[in-house]
């Protein structure tokens, strides 16, 4: 079985990687295509395009991989179709169940690499990405990952330590000095909105240096005009799937103390945690529309309806996702209850098989 094992699991990761070259080639000229308006605006060059094209494709094979992984294995499985070896090697005594398992040896890679991508090479390199761009489309703004977003502001130092999915700015902190670079005062504010003219503070305090002392201030809401704008901003927030899981935790944690909502962080933190059990199950759905009816011809015809059906998943997948956060349905459900379906309709196709 160890040779049947490679001789498979050869077949199915070329058709992987097939798949994983043509989707990323078509992902890197859209994703270029949609730069090019950005080239010639401040220091935002040809090249700068490039990088960050390459550097967003870590993170755009990670949320495909489900669908790659699906088209794939159906390539390297109806490739032995059509030459016949599946008949034989079915013939040769190996049951269905036992070609699942072969199968499956080499899923479990692909998880393992999905993992890897998704949590250690994806985050850091859409956070690189987007440190890049910002710095060529403004220069006046810098961004650390560790500490937050830095901006200056004339006199004016900006820290925001976080910049939510939907604009909003949360854990703002305004170092001021005069011109002998002297701090003057600090401002902390909770949180900023855009009124569509100007951001405006909440919960704020105002702590001014002077001779005298040290004078505090507190204000429920102040008007803040800055350089800052709302275009840059979306441009340097980080999306919750761009985060590796256990920042996810760690910050849905400081949402919870904060009492913010966490529904979206908490959706996508089950969402990777179901990652791996999501490429099992486009594995399974995947055999048996490659292994029923071998005798027959139309394999063609089978992958093809059976990449309908894995790409109708991965819409509902994501559907169910929103639905849940609009009904306040528990995040576990929502991004687990579509992969269980799938599992529990593939293994009831795979036992119909002879």
Known sequence: MQILDRYIGKAVATGVLSVLLVLLTLDMLIGFASESSQIGREGYTFWYAVAYVLLRMPQQMYELFPLIVLLGTMLGLGTLANSSELIVIRAAGVTT???????????????????????????????????????????????????GLWARDGHTYINVRRVET????????????????????????????????????????????????????????????????????????VAPENLAIWNLDSYIDYLKDNGLDTSRYQLSFWNK?????????????????????????????????????????????????????????????????????VLLGSTFLLRRLR
């Open 97 to 147: 169940w036992q070609l699942v398992g072969s199968i499956m040896k080499t899923a479990v890679l692909l998880m393992l690499l999905a993992l890897f991508i998704g949590e250690v090479v994806a985050p850091p390199s859409i956070q690189y990405a987007k440190l890049k761009r910002v710095k060529a489309l403004a220069a006046e703004i810098s961004l650390n990952t560790d500490y």
């Open 166 to 237: 939907d604009g909003r700015l949360t854990g703002i902190t305004l170092y001021t000095f005069d011109d002998l670079n002297e701090l003057k005062g600090v401002t902390q504010a909770a949180k900023a909105t855009h009124d569509g003219k100007n951001w405006v503070l909440s919960g704020v305090t105002d702590t001014v240096l002077a001779k005298d002392g040290i004078k505090v201030k507190r204000q429920r809401n102040m008007t803040w005009a800055t350089l800052l704008n709302p275009n840059i901003v979306k441009v340097v927030s």
């Open 273 to 341: 945690v179901f990652m791996p059990v999501t490429i099992g199950a486009m594995v399974m759905i995947a055999i048996p529309f490659v292994l029923g009816s071998l005798r027959h011809t139309g394999i063609g015809q089978r992958i093809f309806i059976g990449f309908l059906g894995g790409l109708i998943f991965y819409l509902i997948n994501r559907l169910s996702g929103q639905v849940g956060i609009v009904y306040g349905l528990p995040a576990v459900l929502s991004a687990g209850l579509p992969t269980f379906i």
